[in-house]
């Protein structure tokens, strides 16, 4: 994988070569100044690895080797234990592109929850595929999103879906998928393996167990406490696809850490909103977007706090 980093004030560049988010970063390393107009020399390769200990805390080392053969011999090894390793994370922190280590620096036995949504540019988020998926409140737009879809939209639900470990599922969203995804043509069958398969957590107050969807598991007691420990008691992605009034009791619970958002040029002037209007202030930050031939924007967000 490779991706560019931003250079900062004292004119230092990276350039990523190989990523395993918590395990190791690979990256060579460099010095723009004003005798290198041409662009950086990257004088280094560096191997950032996290380790976990014993006492549950995580090593960090660092090895870098001079890529000019007079210095290849001549590795340098640093820890954390090292004067300038705060110095290094703090400049790799800010020389990765696109806000990976925002997304990536937390503790590799913590779950990442992430909203996944299709919305229109007033929010609506109600029925954007299936007919009569959601008609409360005398809503007549059903499957609006559809036409909205093209390879590159289509590319990034396959791959939020199938780098997912687990989903998270409002009660409707989760009826719906429930009734298609088992009975899913071949065509189908790369987003409905990881869906049939891997485990789903649902909320709902009006489910009961067993649930008929295999690998489905009801939460009980308190939305918050239950997603919390869901959270805390596991590691990868924790998908929520769709399910508009879990996604506002999550926000309320300041549960939600990453938004993949496909915003399509279109004005519904009525159904449900994705975010709630409890008037609390709740800044994000942009670290992706991209748009699509169709005109809709593919844009990811984070917490302004993470």
Known sequence: ??????????????????????????????????????????????????????????????????????????????????????????????????????????????????????????????????????????????????????DVSMSRVVASVTTADSYLL???????????????SAEEQTLAQPLNSRPKYVASTTLTEPLGWRNSTLLRGDLGTSVRTLKQTGNGELLVIGSPDLVQSLLEEDLVDEFRLMIDPLLLGSGKRLFPTDGQARPLRLIESQQTSTGAILATYVPAHA
Request: net charge negative; proline share 5%; hydrophobic share 35%.
């Open 1 to 150: 994988m490779r991706s560019p980093c931003k250079g900062d004030a004292a004119g230092s560049e990276c350039e990523i070569l190989e990523l395993d988010p918590y395990t190791r970063i690979v990256f060579n390393w460099g010095f723009v100044g004003p005798d290198r107009l041409d662009g950086p020399t990257f004088d280094s390769r560096r191997t950032l690895t996290f380790t976990e200990e014993r006492d549950g805390t995580t090593a960090l080392t660092l090895v870098h080797e001079h890529l000019d053969d007079l210095y290849a011999a001549m590795p340098d090894v640093a820890d954390n234990a090292s004067p300038g390793w705060t110095d290094v994370l703090d400049k790799l922190a800010t020389l990765v592109d696109a806000g990976w280590w925002a997304r990536n620096k937390k503790e590799s036995n913590m779950r990442t929850l992430i909203v996944t949504e299709w919305m229109t540019l007033d929010g609506v988020v109600q029925s954007p595929i299936y007919a009569n998926e959601d008609t409360e409140g005398g809503f007549a737009h059903d499957g609006w999103h559809a036409q909205y879809f093209d």
């Open 170 to 184: 409002g009660r409707r969203t989760y009826e719906v998928f429930a009734a298609h995804w088992p009975h899913a």
